[in-house]
Structures are given as C-alpha cells and as structure tokens.
C-alpha cells in the first residue's frame, strides 16, 4: 500500500469508528487494522528521503529510471 | 501581375553580361583615356543607342552591385502599409521623416519574429538589402523584428493567450488539485541549472518521502521549446510521475521566452497529471504560468508546494491515530453502559422478555407520564387530601387531630395530624 493508500484507509476507519452503528467486534477489528496501518505509515516516513532520479527513454520507446549522479 | 522571378538577363546578351561584370570588377572604371574617336560602340554596353542593355540586364546588374555591397544590418523606423500576404508572407514599408524602403518578411523567415507588425510601430528590422529585379525595386528582406518597448513580444503574447483562451485551456475549472502526497514527481528543466538544485534542496529540507525524476529539456535558446515539449511528451508517454514541475530559474526576459511559446503551453496542457510552472522570478506571468494547474514564483516555491513535509505528515497520522482511538474507546463505552443496563434489568425482570416489555412500556406511557401528577409521586412526593377529597396544602388546612389521606405513588394512608407545625 502506497502512504496516500494507508491514510486513506486509515480516514475510512476512523469514520466507521465514529459511526454509531458499528458491530463491537467489527470495530475491533478495523481497530486493529488502523493500528496496522499508522505503524507501517509512521515507519515509511521515518525512512524518508527524497531521491533524485533520471528519465532515459530506452530506444525501443520504453524508459527506465536511473539514479542521477551528483 | 508580373511573375515574382525575375527574368535572369537576356539570353541573348551573354557576352554583353561578361563585359558589363569585368568592368564593374574595376569600379574606378571612368572610361580609360582614349586616342581614338569617343564614339566607339563595341567599348561598352549601353555607351550608345545602337549597344542599348535590356532592362532585364540592368536590373540584374544592379541587384548584384546593391546585393554584393550590404552585408545583412539592423535598420531602424517606422512600420506603415502593413500587408500579410496570403501565402503568408508580410510586405510593408520601414520609412523615417526622408525615406522609405520596401520590405518584405518571407513566410520561412518569420520564426525570428514574435508576432506580425502594425503600422506606426517603431521598430529595429534586421535583413539583407536586396533588389527585387521584376520590379526594379530595391527591397529588405527582415528576419527579425524587435519593436521598441518591447511592443512585439507582448503582441505576441496576448495573441497566444487568446488562442489558449479560445481553447478553452485557461479556464480556472480545468485546474485540477495537486495530489496530496505526491509519491514521484517528474521535473522537466535543464539538469544542470539552478531550479533543479533549489529543488532538490528544499524536497531534501522538508524530508518529504518522494521520488525526482527529472527529465532534461534545454529551458533557453532556440531549441528550448521544442525540447520542453519533447520532455513533456515523454513524462506522458512513461506515466511513472504523479506530479510534473516544468520551469527555470530566473534569467533575462529572452531567456525566459521559451514558456512563453504556444507550443509548450499546449504541451503543459496536455499532461496527464497535475502541473506546476516555475519560471524565474519574473514579474510578469508567463504562458506556461497560466495553463499549468498551479503557478509557483521560483522553483523552492514550486517544491514547496509540491511536497509535505515529514512533521506535516507525522501530524497528519497523529489526528488519525487520535481519532481512532477515541471513537473506539467511545463505543467501547456505549457498549459496555448498554450491557450493564441489560444486566440490571435480568437482575430485577427475570428475564430479558421481561425487560423488553417493560422497555416497551416504559417508552409508551413515557408521554403521559410527564403530564400526570403520578409522575411527581413516582418521585416519592405525597399528596394530601382532606376527607372531603380537597388538597391540603397549606398549614392552616391542618389543624391539630385532623383526620386526612396521604395518597402515595401505589396507594392512599390514613393519617392524621399530630400538631400542626409553625408557618415555614
């Protein structure tokens, strides 16, 4: 899952939490699953870095991404 | 209308040409010093009537002469009897308060001018003198103009708007917004200028979680345009980037004119995910400026708001985390309020039919119960009612031994008063 992935999710959670109609053992489960989801998105951020990359269009028209030098 | 090309001397008079071209080889040609009789008529062409030169010759000797002698120059004036052509090339006039010349701007040669002319402008035209035999006139060939106050560009610059404007690409509701956490953003620039230095510097500052892929275009000089486009094309074609920033650090205006060109616009239009333009610290706004989905004043400007940044987002995750446990601890709540509920009403009803029934109950009479007196007994407030079934409220109704009925939430007490209390 993409960070922008875990947060959305980790909205949808929060909402269905806060709906009163949620079953008390779905609730601790979607619990469960936001905890998942906000240590996997807090551990992304911490191994941030921003690369710096290059497009180079391959001849036969595909392309390839490749760490630029500095 | 007489053809456009001219007749290239007689045929006829070939050798005449050859005489005529050796003596202009020597421009000190006063006739040389001659013993003989002046009149000779095979010394020159044209010297007499009978050696008479076609006019076709004449012309094109001159155009030789007046071709050969001007090498390509600037010439300033004043713009008057502007004509484009249909077959796309300008004629018009250059002239100060003496004298004019004609000029004409070919269609082929009109890259090196930002937009067409109008007549009264002031203008620095760049050409070559030539002579246009067919007419025997001399004429300027342009290929650049530069209009004084830079009257030009703008000129251009407006007719490029309108036609994007046209096209409805200006149109503040195609603006798309920028994605919330962009994961690869694409950086069309030059990849050794200044923009994709501040970039980098200010995405590696906010230790934003993020992918530049930059894709190199020249951003100045002849070939910028086309190479923007190229570079847009191929983010397109990769489809790898959920963000494009296209621009340049500041320069001088000219070098700046490449996002101002029509093509570069259209390709900034064209790109498949979000744009932001950051072209220099210009005052002005460029073209690319306006179709991008954002325009940024510096390139830092643009990484700023391309990118969150690490404490940014660490909040962001802190209000979900919050959120969430607070609506579960919440609902744990509710729930466990609800069970204790339940619990009470087995303990005392004997069975959950029962608490249901009395729920039930309890729902249904709630409304009356409100407006009935019974409601203040239930509360374990007493009612007193002389025998004649009248209200006692008040002491001087209770005298001391006076018999009375004490109604109760599930009854009614016989009671007498045993000495009548002080007033309160």
């Given at each position: 899952m ?8 980790l ?7 806060e709906?009163?109609?949620v ?5 601790l489960?979607?619990f469960e ?5 906000l240590?996997a998105?807090a ?6 870095e921003?690369r710096?990359q ?13 760490d630029?030098a500095? | 209308m007489?053809s456009r090309?001219a007749?290239?001397?007689a045929?006829s008079a070939d ?10 080889g020597?421009p ?9 009789p002046?009149?000779?008529s095979?010394?020159?062409?044209g010297e007499t009537?009978?050696?008479?030169i076609?006019?076709?010759?004449l012309?094109?000797?001159?155009k ?10 600037w ?10 052509h249909r077959n796309g090339?300008w004629?018009?006039c250059?002239?100060?308060?003496q ?6 701007a070919?269609k082929?040669d009109?890259r090196?001018?930002?937009?067409a002319?109008d007549?009264?402008?002031?203008v620095?035209?760049f050409?070559?003198l030539?002579v246009?035999?067919?007419?025997g006139?001399m004429?300027f060939s342009v290929t650049?103009?530069e ?5 030009l560009r ?6 490029t708007?309108a036609r994007l404007?046209a096209d ?7 603006k798309?917004?920028?994605p919330p ?5 694409a950086v ?11 970039i980098?510097?200010?995405t590696?500052?906010?230790g934003?979680n993020?992918?530049?892929v930059?894709?190199p275009?020249?951003?100045?000089g002849?070939t910028?345009?086309?190479?923007l486009?190229?570079?847009l094309?191929?983010?397109n074609?990769w489809?790898?980037a959920?963000?494009v ?12 004119w490449?996002?101002?060109d029509?093509r ?16 220099g610290h210009e005052?002005?706004?460029?073209i690319c400026?306006l179709?991008?989905?954002?325009r940024?004043?510096?390139p830092s ?5 391309a990118?969150?940044s690490?404490?940014?987002?660490e909040?962001e995750?802190r209000?979900l985390?919050l959120?969430m446990r ?10 466990g309020?609800?069970?204790?509920h339940?619990g009470?009403d ?9 608490a249901?029934?009395r729920?039930?109950?309890?729902a ?6 409100a ?11 007493a009612v007193?009612?002389?025998?004649d079934?009248?209200?006692l409220?008040t ?5 001391d031994g ?13 009671a007498?008063?045993?000495r009548?209390?002080?007033d309160?």
């Amino acid at each position: 899952m993409t960070f922008e992935e875990r947060v959305a999710r980790l909205e949808a959670i929060a909402s269905a939490l806060e709906h009163d109609g949620v079953d008390l053992a779905r609730a601790l489960e979607l619990f469960e699953e936001g905890i998942e989801n906000l240590r996997a998105a807090a551990d992304e951020l911490a191994r941030a870095e921003a690369r710096v990359q290059r497009l180079v269009e391959r001849a036969d028209g595909g392309f390839d991404v490749v760490d630029a030098a500095e | 209308m007489t053809s456009r090309r001219a007749p290239r001397g007689a045929e006829s008079a070939d050798l005449d040409l050859f005489a005529l071209a050796s003596s202009i080889g020597e421009p000190a040609h006063a006739p040389p010093p001659a013993p003989e009789p002046l009149i000779d008529s095979t010394r020159y062409p044209g010297e007499t009537a009978a050696s008479a030169i076609a006019v076709s010759l004449l012309t094109q000797t001159a155009k030789d002469v007046i071709e050969g002698a001007f090498i390509p120059l600037w010439v300033r004036g004043e713009i008057s009897d502007f004509k484009s052509h249909r077959n796309g090339h300008w004629y018009f006039c250059l002239r100060d308060g003496q004298a004019q010349v004609r000029c004409v701007a070919w269609k082929r040669d009109q890259r090196g001018i930002p937009a067409a002319p109008d007549d009264g402008m002031q203008v620095a035209a760049f050409g070559r003198l030539t002579v246009y035999a067919a007419r025997g006139e001399m004429q300027f060939s342009v290929t650049r103009i530069e209009a004084e106050g830079d009257g030009l560009r703008r000129k251009a610059l407006e007719i490029t708007r309108a036609r994007l404007e046209a096209d409805g690409l200006l149109a503040p509701e195609r603006k798309r917004r920028l994605p919330p956490f962009p994961r690869v953003i694409a950086v069309v620039t030059s990849p050794d200028g200044a923009a994709l230095h501040d970039i980098v510097a200010v995405t590696r500052r906010r230790g934003a979680n993020v992918r530049l892929v930059v894709v190199p275009a020249a951003v100045q000089g002849e070939t910028a345009p086309e190479e923007l486009c190229f570079a847009l094309d191929q983010v397109n074609r990769w489809g790898g980037a959920d963000l494009v920033i296209v621009g340049r650090g500041g320069g001088a205006r000219e070098d700046l004119w490449a996002f101002n060109d029509e093509r570069v616009a259209r390709a900034v239009a064209a790109c498949r995910v979000p744009t932001i333009s950051a072209v220099g610290h210009e005052i002005d706004v460029s073209i690319c400026d306006l179709v991008a989905d954002l325009r940024a004043a510096t390139p830092s400007a643009a990484a700023e708001a391309a990118t969150r940044s690490r404490g940014e987002l660490e909040g962001e995750l802190r209000k979900l985390s919050l959120r969430m446990r607070s609506a579960t601890r919440a609902l744990v709540r509710a729930r466990g309020d609800r069970l204790r509920h339940i619990g009470r009403d087995l303990a005392s009803g004997g069975g959950e039919q029962v608490a249901r029934r009395r729920t039930q109950l309890g729902a249904v009479s709630g409304r009356l119960h409100a407006l009935s007196p019974l409601a203040t007994l239930a509360r374990g407030y007493a009612v007193a009612r002389g025998r004649d079934g009248s209200t006692l409220s008040t002491v001087a109704q209770l005298s001391d031994g006076l018999p009375f009925d004490l109604v109760v939430r599930d009854g009614t007490v016989s009671a007498r008063v045993e000495r009548a209390g002080e007033d309160a």
